[in-house]
């Protein structure tokens, strides 16, 4: 999807927790293309400038709450925006290896309206707090291991607490490199990699590729064993 033009709009508004008190230090999220992020004032205002008219999905975080999402239909005569901070859900999240292992210090994030992230202990557990409901994606790193990722749907309601364990498989780098059809070197160029026989990709290129240097060459730091798809 190609990147939004540059607009003339502002959209404004302000962060309130559940006791209507300001909320100053939250991070508050559009999904613009791309997604575009602003911390709020000590009085609960942000403003989010070069926007185009359009309807805006508006979340926010601080701390272990949440607010949003809320629709906002942004135009040259709109109101400003109030999104209401709540206890976010959280996320059990298990890492293991192929033996069913529990792996230590793996990097878990839970990708979603906000992302959150953490890592397991000794047990292989890490419990993400403060996450948006409806769909993300968790995904799990550990040295020497290809990355997994895996589809989840954060209930509503209070107190959820949904949990998913992903298994991780040593992996191998990929090396590179992109050109043009003249061979000329490609600088900055995004690549990733997926497991090619994937009913669907969970791979985001923002957050999942690398990037190839001034000579072309990239490298994917490992991949798991199999048939995979470079792109």
Same mark, same amino acid.
């Given at each position: ?123 292989? $557990?890490? =419990?993400?707090? !403060? ?5 993300? &994606?968790? /995904? @799990?790193? *550990? #040295?020497?291991?290809?990355? %997994? ?16 364990? $992903?298994? =991780?498989?040593? !992996? ?5 490199? &992109?050109? /043009? @059809?003249? *061979? #000329?070197?490609?600088?900055? %160029? ?31 730091? @490992? ?9």
């Amino acid at each position: 999807m190609a990147d939004d033009p540059e607009g003339t709009l502002l959209l404004e508004g302000q962060v309130i927790d559940q006791g209507d008190v300001p909320v100053g230090g939250a991070i508050v999220r559009i999904d613009a293309n791309p997604p575009k992020e602003v911390t709020t004032e000590a009085d609960g205002s942000f403003a989010l400038e070069d926007l185009v008219g359009r309807t805006y999905t508006i979340t926010a975080a601080a701390g272990d709450e949440i607010g949003g999402p809320v629709e906002h239909e942004l135009t040259d005569e709109s109101d400003p925006v109030i999104v209401r901070m709540r206890d976010g859900a959280a996320v059990r999240v298990a890492v293991q290896d192929e033996a069913e292992n529990p792996i230590e210090g793996a990097g878990v994030s839970v990708r979603g309206s906000i992302d959150r992230s953490g890592e397991t202990g000794a047990d292989g $557990l890490a =419990l993400v707090q !403060g996450v948006s409901p409806g769909h993300a &994606v968790v /995904t @799990a790193e *550990g #040295d020497g291991y290809g990355p %997994a990722r895996e589809a989840l749907y954060v209930p509503t309601h209070a107190g959820a607490e949904p949990s998913v364990t $992903l298994t =991780l498989r040593e !992996g191998a780098p990929i090396r590179g490199r &992109v050109h /043009t @059809a003249s *061979g #000329d070197p490609v600088r900055g %160029a995004r690549v990733v990699a997926e497991d090619a026989s994937a009913m669907f990709s969970l791979v985001d290129p923002d957050r999942d590729g690398v990037v190839t240097g001034a000579d072309g060459r990239y490298e994917i730091p @490992a991949t798991p064993a199999g048939n995979v798809r470079v792109t």
